[in-house]
């Protein structure tokens, strides 16, 4: 198909992918008796699904290159080797958050290798801190709002760090193609970003039930950098299109931090994350998740 042509059909794709992932997940869970576990796998075909599993999950808690589809290690280049490597696990962030209809709160965060989030916001007098270790979500006082939880995911389970992180862990993902467009074929003289997608059956944890979750991965063709993920899920019973967009992707180092976080439901803005300050560290056992 004509690069100029090409356009991803997200509803439909997105109803194929549910469906395979379903299937996926129901034959892996009959064989173990268990849910995602660690990968140990040669690399598949451009387009083949990544559902072979390990009794145990890699101890090292690092992406190993090697065990990546050639499609994905120029993506994990152009993030740095903070994945691969122990030293930078630890992200330290400040900056501001603008919720819909909200006053703008200034925030202090710390991510955490794979999928651990505590984040601190201060509105006035107030403050109100999140953690989250990778298996449950909490607060310090109180219980999470359906905001919270949403901005966890976002946050979280919308990155680059938790899709790879995932692939160590043997989640059922498929390469969709590259240089996809964002329109439907039909802008002359097309210029809008041109993106690598992936889909990938998650496993959402941030309430007590895990979620089966089917998303887009969309990664810019040129920059190899993630900038879009798309999924839809169930509120009430009524289907929310989400879009978490990822940008202002800078150099901290040798490494690519985003700055700019936004999160959008039914084309409506949720919330925007504005990062102003970026330091990376080791990680650390204080006990702090």
């Keep these: 198909m004509p690069e100029q042509s090409r356009r991803i059909l997200w509803p439909i794709v997105l109803m194929?992918?549910?469906?395979?992932?379903?299937?996926?997940?129901?034959?892996?869970?009959?064989?173990?008796?268990?849910?995602?576990?660690?990968?140990?796998?040669s690399t598949p075909a451009?387009?083949?699904?990544?559902?072979?599993?390990?009794?145990?999950?890699?101890?090292?808690?690092?992406?190993?290159?090697?065990?990546?589809w050639p499609q994905l290690r120029e993506t994990l280049t152009a993030l740095g080797n903070r994945l691969e490597k122990p030293g930078k696990e630890r992200s330290?962030?400040?900056?501001?958050?603008n919720r819909a209809n909200e006053e703008l709160v200034v925030f202090a965060a710390i991510l955490e290798f794979p999928d651990r989030l505590r984040i601190t916001m201060q509105s006035?007098?107030?403050?109100?801190?999140?953690?989250?270790?990778?298996?449950t979500a909490r607060t310090i006082d109180g219980s999470l709002t359906s905001a919270e939880k949403d901005l966890i995911e976002s946050l979280v389970y919308d990155t680059a760090e938790h899709f790879f992180s995932?692939?160590?862990?043997?989640?059922?993902?498929?390469?969709?193609?590259?240089?996809?467009?964002t329109d439907d074929g039909s802008t002359a003289n097309y210029a809008g970003p041109l993106y690598d997608v992936f889909s990938m059956i998650d496993l959402v944890k941030v309430t007590p039930d895990t979620r089966s979750q089917g998303k887009f991965y969309c990664f810019n063709s040129e920059t190899h950098l993630l900038e879009k993920v798309h999924y839809q899920t169930l509120r009430s019973g009524?289907?929310?299109?989400?879009e978490t967009h990822i940008s202002g992707w800078r150099g901290t180092g040798d490494q690519q931090v985003a700055t700019r976080v936004i999160r959008k439901e039914n084309t409506q803005q949720v919330f925007v994350l504005t990062i102003t300050s970026a330091t990376l560290g080791p990680r650390i056992n204080d006990a702090i998740f």
């Design 124 to 135: 006035g007098p107030q403050s109100r801190t999140i953690v989250f270790d990778g298996q």
């Design 238 to 242: 009524a289907p929310v299109e989400v």
């Design 166 to 181: 995932a692939q160590t862990e043997g989640a059922a993902t498929r390469h969709l193609g590259n240089h996809f467009r």
């Design 46 to 68: 451009a387009n083949g699904l990544n559902s072979a599993q390990s009794p145990v999950r890699l101890q090292t808690d690092y992406v190993r290159r090697g065990r990546l």
């Design 92 to 97: 330290m962030l400040a900056g501001t958050l």
């Design 16 to 41: 194929i992918v549910i469906a395979a992932g379903a299937l996926v997940l129901v034959a892996a869970r009959t064989r173990s008796g268990a849910g995602r576990k660690a990968a140990s796998h």
